[in-house]
């Protein structure tokens, strides 16, 4: 069997410990999340565009918003190391398993935040800087405090969740209107189905951490599941306004009344036998949702 020089074997250990470490920090930063916060954050600067495309401002407003998001990712890790100890699906992330030191965590968390809020000011504009820093400070000094205190954290949570979009529109427009705001309300409203959903699946480790993400004394999940029928109503309606406002047309609307439909039916099953299964494909459902309306309301802006 060839013999590798022990130089070669370090060199090898050294990179792998390298990449690990790497993977690590790429962790931190949440990047599931940040997928959805960089996908509405392209949704509202398209939608809110006029004219030929800026490649240029739109890569900075993405770039940005990126930045932020990861930096508030990885700050969020850091206030809940210790709560994610005692969660399973948590406890094998690179803080609560030692792999990284918090201080790290903590330093790299700051300079993503800052550097994310220079760039949007400085390449961008002062609006989309100050609401995506806005959603940095409301996330982790009002909602994350907020999980371990009371069951409205969700409804907290959800006004700072919603921001990418407005983020996007002012950072094309450098200002807001009442169609942005639509845009805001679908995001606002997509959240509760989501993470009602992700609570009822986890609800065991999310009371191991001692974290109220449900309604207090709902064992047989009867209020989560009539709060996730009532939102998921609620969502298919404001969906629709685009239509009427003249965002989208005619394919957008059909789009978004049989996208609703498929939320609905899942969300309805969930209501009618509240198992894990049918609460990870809830979730599964409002993943598929969320870029596809986006997505439809895009294509028929671009038909108008």
């Known amino acids: 069997m060839k013999e590798f020089p022990a130089s070669t074997i370090v060199h090898k250990k050294l990179r792998d410990a390298a990449l690990a470490r790497l ?31 800026n490649f240029s401002l739109l890569l900075n407003a993405l770039f940005g918003t990126l930045l932020v998001a990861s930096g508030t990712g990885t700050l969020n890790q850091y206030m809940e190391r210790s709560s994610d100890c005692s969660m399973r699906r948590t406890a094998r992330r690179p803080l609560p398993a030692g792999r990284l030191h918090p201080a790290e965590a903590l330093i790299f968390g700051i300079l993503l935040s800052i550097g994310g809020g220079l760039l949007l000011w400085l390449e961008v504009n002062a609006l989309a ?48 209107n009442a169609e942005s705001l639509v845009l805001y309300a679908i995001l606002f409203l997509w959240q509760f189905p989501h993470f009602l959903a992700i609570a009822w699946m986890y609800r065991e480790d999310y009371s191991r951490a001692g974290l109220r993400m449900l ?10 599941s009539r709060r996730i029928m009532i939102l998921l109503g609620a969502l298919v309606l404001v ?26 039916l899942h969300g309805a099953r969930l209501a009618r036998s509240r198992t894990n299964t049918l609460a990870r494909r ?22 108008l």
């Open 23 to 53: 993977r690590d920090y790429w962790v931190l930063t949440k990047p599931e999340v940040n997928l959805l916060v960089v996908m509405s954050t392209l949704a509202g600067f398209y939608l809110a565009w006029r004219g030929p495309l």
């Open 215 to 224: 309604p207090p004394d709902d064992l047989e999940g009867r209020v989560t």
């Open 282 to 303: 809830l979730v599964l459902a409002s993943v598929i949702y969320l870029p596809l309306i986006f997505s439809l309301m895009m294509l028929d802006k671009g038909a």
């Open 129 to 176: 800087s100050i609401l995506a820093l806005l959603t940095l400070a409301t996330y982790l000094l009002i909602y994350t405090p907020l999980k371990k205190k009371t069951g409205l954290c969700t409804l907290i949570g959800a006004f700072p969740g919603a921001m990418p979009p407005l983020i996007g529109w002012a950072a094309a427009r450098g200002s807001l």
């Open 239 to 264: 969906s629709m306004i685009p239509a009427l406002m003249g965002q989208a047309g005619m394919i957008y609307l059909l789009g978004a009344v049989a996208l609703g439909g498929f939320f609905l």
